[in-house]
Structure formats: C-alpha cells, structure tokens
C-alpha cells in the first residue's frame, strides 16, 4: 500500500505540472497539444515497460484480444474514455476552464468511493469517512452556489469512474491495457495532426515547441505510468480519495493562471483540503499498522 500511495501523489504532481506546462506551448491549440502528446507519450510507455520487464502485459491484451472477440468493441470504448479525458486535460486550462475541470476532479473520488462501496464492496476506515464527509460538504457547497454542473467538471466526475470500472470489467487495467489504449488513439491524432491542422508550418516559425513536446511525452508517460500502477495497488475506495491530491495542485495552477474563485467558493475548496488532510492521517496510520504488523508475524513463525 505504501508503494501504491507514493506512485499515486508523485503522479498527482506530475499531472499538476503538465496543467500549468501546456500553456507554454502556444500558438498550439488544445487538439494539437493532445495529439503530440499521444505520438510522444507512447514511445516513452514502450520504454517505460520495457525497462520495467513488463511488456509481457502488452502481449497478454492481444492475446486475450484473439481468444475473446467482444474485447475488440471493449478496448476502443476503453481508449475513447481516456482520450476524452487527455484531450480535456489540455484543452482547459489554455481556454479558461482550468477551475471547472479541477471541480470535476475533486467530484471524480467522491464518485469512485461511492461505486466501491457499492459495486466493490469496499469498507471505509473511520478518517476515510470523515474525509468524504467534508468532500460532501464542499462539493454540496459549489452546487449550491452555481445551481448546476459544468459540462467539463460532469465529463471528469463521470468519465474517469467509468473508464476505471470498465477497464476492470475488461481485465486491461495494467500499463499493457493503458499501451493499447493509447496506440488506438494514435490513427486519429496523425489525422489531426498532418490533415485537419498545420502543425508543421507553426513548427517552422516557433522552432522551440519540439523541444517542449519532447519534454511532454517524457512528463506524461511517467505520470500516466504512475497513476495506473497506482491503481493496481491499492483499493478503489482508497485510490479514489487518494485522487483529491491532483485537483488540489490543479487548482493552485488555476489560480496562477489569472483565473479566481468566488468568495462562496472557497468553503468548498476549505472543506476538499481538510478532506484531504484527513485522508492523509489515515494513510499514515495504515502504513505504520502494516509495519508494525511485519515484526508480529515474523516473531510468531
């Protein structure tokens, strides 16, 4: 568990700095940064799974692909959940919506405690119950105040769910089932790329974007890499809450920005950090309880 939650804060950071570099890279629109990113991105996961002597999980997904034809329906609806996700990701904060995405965020655990708890089974520990309970609270508070939902904060609180519920369903929740995933994008980003968008002219007259694209893929690949491992890990319940770490850093990006939270606003971003403090407490607590649990069990053999 430890590993699990270490892997899932550094990915956490990972992805908060990838929200704050993609504004570097205009005059690249939102569709154009995703598209590089997937055609740089996946390389770095091929390497990344090598070096980590698991491509193994690459060809378990084709072959389980041959032996269950239903997969071929399953794995693109899988890949066009999570490119809906990486394109969005993108898109916000160079269009203004960087805080409307990171309340979608901050909604996505509550919405993966709650199927755990229900499709899982998953039990929360008492500070984990504490900590949904201020999550509630903050959240309740910004519906309170818009009267609604943004499309983009509805597009992360329910896609990102479903696309985890549905790789388990598929049995592709490894780094193998994320490489499929991201390759199956790869047809659509050259067509945005070479036929729908003039990428090579913008790069003949801002040179320096290759090298920030490069930069990109190696951020994403360990942060993308990271996060599933993550998730192998540790349970639903706790990875989601786990997951209040990212939108907390992706508002501290909005903010930098220029975009602003409403005074009434910021008893729900109050109440998501003390959540998260409480979450933290208990994560400690687990650890030092496993640790201390070794020695017992090794003393009695």
């Known amino acids: 568990m430890g590993k699990g ?54 060809r378990e997904v084709m072959s389980r692909m041959r032996q269950r034809p239903l997969l071929w329906i399953g794995v693109p609806l899988s890949a066009l959940l999570l490119g809906i996700q990486f394109w969005l990701f993108l898109w916000a904060p160079i269009n203004g919506r960087a805080l409307p995405v990171s309340l979608g965020y901050f909604m996505m655990p509550l919405v993966m405690v709650v199927m755990g708890r229900l499709i899982y089974q998953d039990r929360l520990s008492g500070l984990q119950k504490i900590a949904v309970g201020f999550a509630v609270i903050g959240v309740a508070n910004k519906l309170w105040l818009s009267g609604g939902l943004y499309w983009e904060t509805l597009v992360v609180a329910i896609g990102y769910p479903a696309y985890f519920m549905l790789r388990r369903q598929l049995k592709t929740d490894s780094l193998g089932g994320l490489w499929f995933d991201m390759a199956l994008m790869i047809p659509p980003a050259f067509w945005w790329l070479f036929i729908e968008h003039e990428s090579l002219s913008i790069f003949s007259a801002h040179p320096h974007l290759m090298g920030l694209i490069l930069g990109l893929g190696i951020l994403s690949a360990f942060a ?55 979450l933290m407490m208990d994560c400690v607590r687990q650890m030092l309880t496993q640790r201390q649990s070794v020695p017992s069990s090794v003393e009695k053999e």
């Open 5 to 58: 939650v270490f892997l899932s804060v550094l990915s956490s950071c990972l992805f908060g700095s990838m929200y704050y570099y993609a504004t570097w890279m205009t005059p690249l629109d939102g569709e154009a940064i995703f598209s590089w990113r997937l055609l740089f991105t996946l390389p770095f996961l091929s390497v990344f799974l090598l070096m980590r002597k698991e491509w193994r999980q690459v």
């Open 224 to 278: 993308v890499g990271s996060y599933i491992v993550a998730s192998r890990l540790l349970s639903f319940s706790l990875f989601g809450l786990l997951s209040y770490v990212e939108p907390v850093l992706l508002v501290i990006v909005s903010l930098l920005l220029g975009e602003t939270i409403a005074d009434g606003e910021w008893p729900t971003y109050l109440c998501i950090w003390v959540a998260v403090a409480f």
